[in-house]
Structure formats: structure tokens, C-alpha cells
């Protein structure tokens, strides 16, 4: 198979820590954010829900007093990304929302925000690791790191799909998919890369929800004989899927007491990536 010609190095870590999901939606880590523009971008999110809305109930869900949700009404009205109803008085979302939207960058953005920490777990572990993507019904590899000192693990390339019952990224990958497509995935026959893979359907359907429920994955010989992977998803605002990060290496290096060897470093990672891209 291809190998990667690029060398990465381990750049430097980020200094923010996870983002606290539990901190309430108008409260703002100081110095970390400028207030007001936090606070607008939470009186935005509410939108997401419910799209008219009154002053009152725009106030209750950021969070926030009706003074200084009002004054920020106006001045996101004044930019165009917040629009009045003269007859209802409620508020909704402005046309301009649905012109930057067309400029979203998806991917783009999740690998350079992905790719550092990656190579970090890369070079610090000596481990090979994976970003991935749900595409078309298949696991699709965005990214693979390997540090020059440990054993590369190049079974999975970029732009290269693996069965969705074979390592762990894809496991993790159908796990967090709607139940109609698991429905279509299950299907279809699945096929084993080698002995150790799952293949009857409902044996996998069960474990399927098992890996949803612990929110990760570790997988034994069931793509190569004598090597693991260890996958975590990324999840966005609404626990919806992102993307996938993985590890592999040698079964005995990613075997751990109780878990997974270095699960909570790969977790932490799956943090960061999901706090860098605004969740």
C-alpha cells in the first residue's frame, strides 16, 4: 500500500484545556473571550431550536438579563444577522446568515485543527494515527501520522475506505449514525479482513451500541493479525458526529489494565478538536 512520503513533527500543544460542557451558556471563562461577542454568539445558537422567538424567551435560553439581551438584539439587527417582525415584535435569524453559511469550510478546517494534535500523539507515543470521516456509507481516512521512530501502520491510506465492522475508527464512525442508516449498512453481508471480525448482524448491530454507550472503541487483529486500534469520536454542540481519531500500533502496546492503553490522551485530543471548532 501507499506509504506517506511527509514527516511530521510533534508542534506545540495547545494551551487550552477541554471546554466545559456543563458551563452555562451566558457565563464566560475570563480572559479567555471577549464578553459581548460570546454572549452574541449564544443568543445565536438559540436559533438553532426554535427560530422565532421573543425577547423573553431569546433572554432565558443564553441565559441572560432582557437589558442586555435587548441591546444586543439591536446591534446584531443593525449587522444583519438578526431580523424583527413588525407585527409579532419576535426576532428570527437575518438574511446574512444565509450568506455566510455558503462559505463554510468543513474539512479544511477539521484538518488543521486535527493534523497537530495528531502528529503530537504521533511523536509522543510512537504510534501511527488516523483521521476520519462517514462518507457515502464507508470509513474514509482523511489523514494518516506516524512517527519516523515507531512502526508505521500503513493499512489504512489517504483517500482509502475500510469495512465499517474491521479496526476501530469505523466501528466508532457507524456507532454514531442515525439508526435508518445502520438499518442500510446492516443490509448488505459484512465481509471479515480476517477471523477476528464480526460478521453476524445482529452480534454487531449489539456491539454497535455498546460503542456508542462507552463513547469509544478498541479493535484486536480484526483488520491485521497482531496489531489494535483505538478510535474516539468528535462530536459537535448537538452530539452529532464529526469525525473520528484513532491510533494503531502493535497489540501489545495498545493493550492497557483496565481500558485501553493512552484512551485518556486520545480523549483529551477529541476535546481540544471539538472545543477548536467552536462546540
Same mark, same amino acid.
Given at each position: 500500500? !501507499? ?28 480572559? @479567555? ?50 431580523? !424583527? ?30 493534523? #497537530?494534535? /495528531? ?29 519516523? !521512530? ?15 465492522? @474491521? ?21 448488505? #453481508?459484512?465481509?471479515? /479482513?480476517? #477471523? ?44 452529532? /458526529? ?24 486520545? !480523549? ?6 471539538? @472545543?477548536?471548532?467552536?462546540?
Amino acid at each position: 500500500m !501507499q506509504k506517506l512520503d511527509d514527516t511530521y513533527s510533534a508542534p506545540p500543544r495547545p494551551t487550552g484545556g477541554p471546554a466545559d460542557a456543563n458551563k452555562p451558556a451566558g457565563k464566560d471563562k475570563p480572559g @479567555s473571550n471577549v464578553r459581548a461577542v460570546t454572549r452574541a454568539a449564544n443568543i445565536l445558537r438559540t436559533f438553532r431550536t426554535q427560530p422565532h422567538q421573543s425577547l423573553a424567551e431569546v433572554a432565558s435560553a443564553a441565559s441572560l438579563d432582557k437589558g442586555t439581551t435587548r441591546r444586543l438584539l439591536l446591534t446584531l439587527m443593525n449587522s444583519g444577522l438578526i431580523v !424583527q417582525d413588525p407585527a409579532s415584535q419576535k426576532y428570527g435569524l437575518g438574511r446574512l446568515i444565509r450568506e455566510l453559511a455558503g462559505s463554510v469550510v468543513d474539512d479544511f478546517d477539521l484538518r488543521s485543527i486535527a493534523v #497537530p494534535e /495528531l502528529a503530537a500523539i504521533a511523536a509522543e507515543l510512537h504510534l501511527t494515527t488516523f483521521l476520519s470521516v462517514y462518507r457515502d456509507h464507508a470509513a474514509l481516512c482523511l489523514e494518516r501520522l506516524h512517527d519516523m !521512530q515507531g512502526m508505521e501502520v500503513h493499512w489504512w491510506p489517504v483517500g482509502g475506505t475500510l469495512p465499517l465492522n @474491521s479496526g476501530g475508527a469505523p466501528k466508532i464512525l457507524l456507532a454514531y449514525q442515525s439508526e435508518a442508516e445502520i438499518d442500510k449498512v446492516l443490509s448488505e #453481508p459484512l465481509h471479515a /479482513l480476517t #477471523p477476528r471480525a464480526v460478521t453476524d448482524i445482529a452480534e454487531f448491530r449489539n456491539h454497535l451500541a455498546e460503542v456508542r454507550e462507552r463513547g469509544w472503541e478498541y479493535a484486536e487483529d480484526d483488520v491485521s493479525l497482531g496489531l489494535a486500534a483505538l478510535a474516539v469520536p468528535v462530536l459537535d454542540g448537538d452530539g452529532q /458526529l464529526i469525525c473520528a481519531l484513532s491510533m494503531a500500533g502493535l497489540s501489545p502496546q495498545m493493550r492497557g489494565k483496565d481500558e485501553p492503553a493512552f484512551l485518556p490522551r486520545l !480523549q483529551q485530543a477529541a476535546e481540544r478538536i471539538r @472545543s477548536a471548532l467552536g462546540y
